[in-house]
């Protein structure tokens, strides 16, 4: 008999769920279990789900069917968003064991350590033929007051994203979030910085504070978003700090002045923007109009030099003409995004948009998509193009080896590669010297003995 049994944590969707897949795994290595990757046996799978899209949760199903496959007496649990808000859905998946929402997710991992002890007992290999127990009842995440306490030690990147809140308090039209997560909820800001100071330590250089709707930070509690970045800024040992998707409304003059203070902010925003057009935005139940989100992001050009954005976009949403399409384009000119994630829309049943009228075909959708990744990636590579006009040299975060060379970026979010130094660069930061960029990647050669120059092998 093994001396531990074998636990795996798969994850899909946002930061948040990251996050929290992080904390889960850290408990169940205090509960005894040895943790192993998703594509090996393993004794507890544990799939924490997204529901996002209707295409989300179709993959969350697939992949809780995945783990039953490689291991059909194993103790399959399924979490998250997908099944809060389709705890029956998911819990006819044969094979399926335990169905866990929103709500107490570390719960899942003593319940994990339950399956375990009961199947020594009666030294039997279960079947899973039997109907999944669902820990999810309607109503509950709506009443939630309290987040659920939760913390992490390590990360296995040299990137750590923390959570501050849950819930959001938003009524997109397009968005079945709010139901899977709840009303808004905030850590206290003195139990975040303890698990930051702790991270640090632990040899995290640069942390993402992240939360379903992350400008929120503090709505319920009276803290506030700028207090809780100046206190993680005085960390010893953390060098970056940037926050994850942001509503643009936050972006006032008043904020961008706060946050040019404070010296750790990394350069860099991730904004939820959704469209470039001010009637697709209404349509959306957006809560900004699109002057106002160029009015403020002047505000943050003005304060913060070598300001960086990217945005997520949403195309073909119900009721979209070409004119209103156009109007995106020519927004997203004037935004100059670093990265734009896009995403052609996707019904989700539960949601006001999922019964609007005038509803656009899928080959329009992904031909809307294709024309606004092709201006993006024209958009970033004009960016880039004047960073390194006005750069030579760039402190990098190295993060990994890709493709045999070192790989990190700069504070406001440039991915950049180095030929190989000979030894470890993972963990540290280093200056490189710029050389050139090819596919939105910037080649450079990092200024220590034999790092060597890589853009002519690169370019």
Request: charged share 25%.
């Amino acid at each position: 008999m093994k001396d531990k049994p074998t636990a795996a944590v798969l994850t899909l969707g946002c930061k948040v769920n990251q996050y929290e897949s992080v904390a889960l795994t850290e408990r169940l290595a205090a509960l005894g279990f040895e943790i192993v990757g998703g594509d090996d046996a393993a004794d507890v799978y544990i799939v924490n789900t997204c529901a996002v899209t209707a295409e989300a949760e179709r993959k969350s199903r697939n992949l809780a069917r995945r783990c039953i496959r490689r291991n059909p007496s194993a103790s399959v649990i399924v979490m998250g968003c997908a099944s809060e808000t389709s705890p029956e859905e998911m819990a006819k998946i044969e094979g399926v064991r335990h169905v866990f929402g929103t709500k107490d997710k570390l719960s899942a991992a003593n319940v994990a350590a339950a399956d375990v002890a009961a199947a020594e007992v009666t030294s039997e290999k279960s079947d899973n033929k039997g109907a999944a127990v669902i820990h999810v009842n309607e109503g509950e995440v709506a009443a939630l007051k309290k987040i659920e306490p939760m913390k992490i030690t390590s990360s296995p990147r040299t990137r750590a994203y923390v959570k501050i809140c849950d819930g959001c308090g938003g009524k997109c039209a397009y968005c079945i979030i709010p139901r899977a997560r709840g009303p808004v909820r905030s850590r206290m800001t003195g139990d975040i910085i303890d698990e930051v100071r702790g991270l640090a330590a632990a040899g995290v250089r640069e942390v993402v504070f992240t939360g379903i709707e992350t400008a929120d930070f503090g709505r319920d509690t009276g803290e506030d978003l700028i207090s809780l970045l100046a206190a993680a800024s005085d960390i010893d040992g953390l060098d970056r700090i940037r926050l994850s998707s942001l509503e643009p409304t936050i972006f006032t003059p008043e904020f961008a002045a706060a946050v040019a203070k404070i010296p750790k902010i990394a350069p860099h925003f991730h904004v939820s923007l959704q469209s470039g057009c001010d009637r697709t935005l209404h349509a959306m139940r957006r809560r900004y109009g699109t002057e106002r989100v160029l009015e403020n992001i002047a505000f943050l050009r003005e304060k913060i030099p070598d300001l960086m954005l990217s945005a997520d976009m949403i195309v073909g949403f119900p009721g979209e003409t070409e004119e209103d399409f156009a109007e995106t384009l020519e927004f997203i000119k004037r935004f100059r995004p670093l990265h734009l994630h896009v995403f052609p829309f996707s019904r989700r049943r539960g949601t006001v948009a999922d019964t609007m009228e005038n509803q656009v075909t899928e080959t329009v959708k992904h031909e809307r998509s294709a024309r606004l990744i092709s201006l993006g990636e024209r958009m970033r590579d004009e960016e880039i193009a004047s960073y390194l006009e006005r750069t030579e040299v760039a402190d990098v975060l190295f993060e990994a080896d890709a493709s045999g060379m070192h790989s990190g970026h700069t504070e406001n979010f440039i991915e950049v590669r180095t030929a190989p130094t000979g030894a470890s660069v993972t963990g540290q930061i280093l200056p490189v010297k710029l050389e050139c960029a090819r596919d939105g990647v910037v080649y450079g050669r990092a200024l220590i003995p034999d790092s060597g120059a890589n853009c002519r092998k690169n370019s």
